[in-house]
Structures are given as structure tokens and as C-alpha cells.
């Protein structure tokens, strides 16, 4: 990835953290500038009345107790730097000069003979700010710990960045080293968070997509494998039409391979659609008994050649379309070994239904399409879970179904 998410993730919780970290830094010095600010303007409110009240006492100023506070008679005896920056009319103020002085004024009203009188109280605070003489005795320890606890701060970050996201990397890596056609698991499955949800919903998507690209590629290589050969037979057969006209046998050979292709197409257009999901009961007694129906009108064969052992109902699990493509077949491929002259007997018995036909004696091993349909008649069974044997015999062919069974 070309920006990586745990690198995202910890550079927005570094950044958050140096922020705090600054933004509490930056208050905590507004607080101590704040309440040195509100000490020394407490103390020259403490003056100013203790003055007020020596005013009333003797009728005169007097000068303050303090080393540190100054009382002026009137503007004019302010220090010249104090009145450069505060205003006659300004109740308070706070002066800070060149030369490092740093001043707080308070103006005091008072009455003499009926006139009032303005007098005002200096405090030189230079002398006793905290913050500034902390700032220059202990800045470098305070920003040895700022910034250690900062470097701790980003190593938490670090940390929980890497805890959240390996996760989410760990099942990009495995989504990236999928294999077409591989297994499909991801480790963080089994989460009980949102992780855990989406590599449940990616092993869901991955394998659908698995199963549908093996249904594209097998329904691909089945119409080129199972519809060469009737093609073949038609086209030559055709051929055969330009020197003489088509005989009885050759219509009946077109007629066969083009119930042959259209059988075939029903099986691989079921297989291709995942229409082969299992689960609905089916009544297989009445699929055999409508496969023999539809047998009977399709080819020439005596019914009285049929023996049928089922019981009264037989319901199996799996689907119904398939069922009928897989009976179909196996009683058409019975006909294909046997002929018309076979006998077809058709038994359940402890789970498994077996279809049997007779084959002529001398009669040699008849395999052309039939082959083939071995193959998608496993595949027909294989999508509602079941199994299909085949037992070929010199005089008797047997296809054996193991069918699961409804509860």
C-alpha cells in the first residue's frame, strides 16, 4: 500500500497528542500569568483601603507599608515611563518598560475640602513574579519532562496504531496472497468485532467468486468436451447428404445426437446457473415415474421390460430440476448400453437407489457419449451431495445413487 493506514493512524494520534499537550501547556501558563496577575492586583487593593482609611484618619497620604508599593499624590508624580502608557482617566493598568520594569497602577479616589482627588498606588512587581523566574530556574527540567512525556505520548501512540491496524493488515496480506482455486480462510474470522465480520463476509465473497469462475471455466471446457463428438456425428452425417440422400439409420443417428446435445445442454445450463443448492425435499418416487413417462414417449421400448421396487413415498434432499437431469440421463444411458430390447429395473433399498439394465450378450462395450456423460452425471450428484457409482458389466450395467435423506 502506498500509504499505509497504520502510518495514517499514527500520525493523526501524534498529532493529536503533541496538540494537547501544547494546548494544556499554553493553559496552564495563562492560569499562572492569570493568578499572579489577580495576586498583585489583590495587594493593591489591600493598600488602596488601607490608605482610604488613613485618609479618613488624618486627612493625608500616607506612604505605604509596603517595599513594594508606592502612593503618588497625582498623575503628574507618576514615573514618566508609567505615563506614556496609562491614560489619566484609566482606574488601573499594567506597565511593561525597556528596561525590564514591570509596573501594576491602581487609581485611587479621594475627597479633600469637598473637591475629589485622585491619588494613585505603584507596585514595582518585577521582584516578586513567579512565572517568569520559574520559566528561567526550572524551564529546562519542565521541558525535559514536556518532552519526555511526549516521546512517551508517541510511543503509546505507536503502539496502540500498530494494535489497531495489524488486524486490517494482517487480512489485506491474506486477501493478497489468495491463490485462484485455493482455500479460503482468514485468520481474524473468529473476531467478535467489526474485523471479524468482514473477513467472514470476504471469505463468503471469495469463495461465491471461486464458484462461479469454476462453473464458468467447467461450463466452457463441457461444451467443448460433450457437444464434439453429436456435432461430429451431424456434420458428418450431412456431409454424407451431398452424394446420396439420408437413409432411415442416418435420420435416426441426427435425431439421437440432437436429443444427445440438447440433454446435454439442459445439464451444463443447470450445473452453470448454481441452481444445484441442497436443501428442498424432494419426492424422488415421482421424478422416476415422470422420467419413465417422458421415456416411454421418446424412444421405442416395451414398458412390460421394466421392474420398479420404491417404496410409497420417497422424499431425499436436493433439487428437483437436477433430479429429473440425472434420472433422464441415467435411464437414457441404459437404453444406450441395452437397446430397446433391455430390461430396466429400478430399486431403493438402505439409502441407495439402484438402476440396472440388461446388455445383449456378444454385444461389444458400447462407449461413444457415454463417457462423457459419466462425467457430468458425477457432477449433477456432486452439487446436491450425492453419490453416483457406475458398475459396468458384460451383461448387466448398474448405476448406483447414494441419495441424502430427508429428515
Same mark, same amino acid.
Given at each position: 500500500?502506498?500509504?499505509?493506514?497504520?502510518?495514517?493512524?499514527?500520525?493523526?494520534?501524534?498529532?493529536?497528542?503533541?496538540?494537547?499537550? /501544547?494546548?494544556?501547556?499554553? &493553559? $496552564? #501558563?495563562?492560569? =499562572? %500569568?492569570?493568578?499572579?496577575?489577580? +495576586? !498583585?492586583?489583590? *495587594?493593591?487593593?489591600?493598600?488602596?483601603?488601607?490608605?482610604?482609611?488613613?485618609?479618613?484618619?488624618?486627612?493625608?497620604?500616607?506612604?505605604?507599608?509596603?517595599?513594594?508599593?508606592?502612593?503618588?499624590?497625582?498623575?503628574?508624580?507618576?514615573?514618566?515611563?508609567?505615563?506614556?502608557?496609562?491614560?489619566?482617566?484609566?482606574?488601573?493598568?499594567?506597565?511593561?518598560?525597556?528596561?525590564?520594569?514591570?509596573?501594576?497602577?491602581?487609581?485611587?479616589?479621594?475627597?479633600?475640602?469637598?473637591?475629589?482627588?485622585?491619588?494613585?498606588?505603584?507596585?514595582?512587581?518585577?521582584?516578586?513574579?513567579?512565572?517568569?523566574?520559574?520559566?528561567?530556574?526550572?524551564?529546562?527540567?519542565?521541558?525535559?519532562?514536556? /518532552?519526555?512525556?511526549?516521546? &512517551? $505520548? #508517541?510511543?503509546? =501512540? %505507536?503502539?496502540?496504531?500498530?494494535? +489497531? !491496524?495489524?488486524? *486490517?493488515?494482517?487480512?489485506?496480506?491474506?486477501?493478497?496472497?489468495?491463490?485462484?482455486?485455493?482455500?479460503?480462510?482468514?485468520?481474524?474470522?473468529?473476531?467478535?468485532?467489526?474485523?471479524?465480520?468482514?473477513?467472514?463476509?470476504?471469505?463468503?465473497?471469495?469463495?461465491?467468486?471461486?464458484?462461479?469462475?469454476?462453473?464458468?471455466?467447467?461450463?466452457?471446457?463441457?461444451?467443448?468436451?460433450?457437444?464434439?463428438?453429436?456435432?461430429?456425428?451431424?456434420?458428418?452425417?450431412?456431409?454424407?447428404?451431398?452424394?446420396?440422400?439420408?437413409?432411415?439409420?442416418?435420420?435416426?443417428?441426427?435425431?439421437?445426437?440432437?436429443?444427445?446435445?440438447?440433454?446435454?445442454?439442459?445439464?451444463?445450463?443447470?450445473?452453470?446457473?448454481?441452481?444445484? &443448492?441442497?436443501?428442498?425435499?424432494?419426492?424422488?418416487?415421482?421424478?422416476?415415474?415422470?422420467?419413465? *413417462?417422458?421415456?416411454?414417449?421418446?424412444?421405442?421400448?416395451?414398458?412390460?421390460?421394466?421392474?420398479?421396487?420404491?417404496?410409497?413415498?420417497?422424499?431425499?434432499?436436493?433439487?428437483?430440476?437436477?433430479?429429473?437431469?440425472?434420472?433422464?440421463?441415467?435411464?437414457?444411458?441404459?437404453?444406450?448400453?441395452?437397446?430397446?430390447?433391455?430390461?430396466?429395473?429400478?430399486?431403493?433399498?438402505?439409502?441407495?437407489?439402484?438402476?440396472?439394465?440388461?446388455?445383449?450378450?456378444?454385444?461389444?462395450?458400447?462407449?461413444?457419449?457415454?463417457?462423457?456423460?459419466?462425467?457430468?452425471?458425477?457432477?449433477?450428484?456432486?452439487?446436491?451431495?450425492?453419490?453416483?457409482?457406475?458398475?459396468?458389466?458384460?451383461?448387466?450395467?448398474?448405476?448406483?445413487?447414494?441419495?441424502?435423506?430427508?429428515?
Amino acid at each position: 500500500m502506498s500509504r499505509s493506514i497504520r502510518r495514517q493512524l499514527f500520525a493523526a494520534l501524534a498529532g493529536f497528542t503533541i496538540l494537547l499537550c /501544547l494546548c494544556y501547556t499554553g &493553559l $496552564a #501558563l495563562v492560569i =499562572a %500569568y492569570v493568578t499572579e496577575d489577580m +495576586l !498583585v492586583q489583590r *495587594l493593591l487593593e489591600r493598600e488602596a483601603a488601607a490608605v482610604s482609611m488613613r485618609w479618613q484618619q488624618h486627612g493625608k497620604l500616607t506612604p505605604s507599608g509596603s517595599d513594594l508599593i508606592t502612593v503618588y499624590g497625582g498623575y503628574l508624580d507618576l514615573p514618566q515611563a508609567v505615563r506614556a502608557q496609562v491614560p489619566p482617566s484609566a482606574p488601573r493598568g499594567e506597565v511593561f518598560t525597556a528596561t525590564g520594569q514591570h509596573y501594576h497602577v491602581l487609581a485611587l479616589d479621594l475627597v479633600a475640602a469637598g473637591q475629589p482627588r485622585r491619588s494613585y498606588l505603584l507596585a514595582d512587581v518585577a521582584p516578586v513574579l513567579v512565572v517568569s523566574r520559574l520559566a528561567r530556574e526550572v524551564g529546562g527540567v519542565v521541558a525535559g519532562v514536556a /518532552l519526555a512525556l511526549i516521546a &512517551l $505520548a #508517541l510511543l503509546l =501512540a %505507536y503502539w496502540l496504531a500498530r494494535r +489497531l !491496524v495489524l488486524p *486490517l493488515q494482517r487480512l489485506a496480506r491474506e486477501a493478497h496472497l489468495l491463490a485462484p482455486g485455493g482455500a479460503v480462510h482468514f485468520s481474524g474470522r473468529d473476531r467478535p468485532d467489526e474485523i471479524g465480520f468482514l473477513a467472514r463476509r470476504l471469505e463468503t465473497t471469495f469463495a461465491e467468486l471461486q464458484a462461479v469462475l469454476q462453473r464458468e471455466q467447467a461450463f466452457a471446457r463441457d461444451v467443448s468436451h460433450e457437444l464434439r463428438t453429436p456435432l461430429t456425428l451431424m456434420h458428418n452425417t450431412l456431409a454424407l447428404d451431398y452424394a446420396q440422400a439420408l437413409g432411415g439409420q442416418e435420420q435416426a443417428q441426427l435425431r439421437q445426437s440432437t436429443h444427445e446435445m440438447r440433454a446435454t445442454l439442459d445439464v451444463l445450463f443447470a450445473l452453470a446457473r448454481a441452481e444445484q &443448492l441442497p436443501g428442498d425435499v424432494v419426492e424422488l418416487r415421482g421424478c422416476i415415474e415422470q422420467c419413465l *413417462l417422458r421415456l416411454l414417449d421418446e424412444y421405442r421400448w416395451d414398458a412390460s421390460l421394466l421392474t420398479l421396487d420404491l417404496p410409497e413415498r420417497l422424499e431425499v434432499l436436493g433439487n428437483g430440476q437436477l433430479t429429473m437431469l440425472l434420472i433422464n440421463n441415467c435411464l437414457a444411458n441404459a437404453l444406450f448400453h441395452g437397446g430397446p430390447d433391455c430390461r430396466i429395473s429400478i430399486a431403493f433399498a438402505q439409502g441407495c437407489l439402484s438402476i440396472d439394465n440388461t446388455v445383449p450378450v456378444g454385444q461389444p462395450r458400447r462407449v461413444q457419449g457415454f463417457a462423457h456423460g459419466q462425467n457430468l452425471l458425477l457432477r449433477l450428484a456432486q452439487a446436491m451431495q450425492w453419490d453416483i457409482v457406475f458398475h459396468p458389466g458384460a451383461t448387466q450395467y448398474r448405476v448406483v445413487i447414494h441419495a441424502s435423506q430427508a429428515p
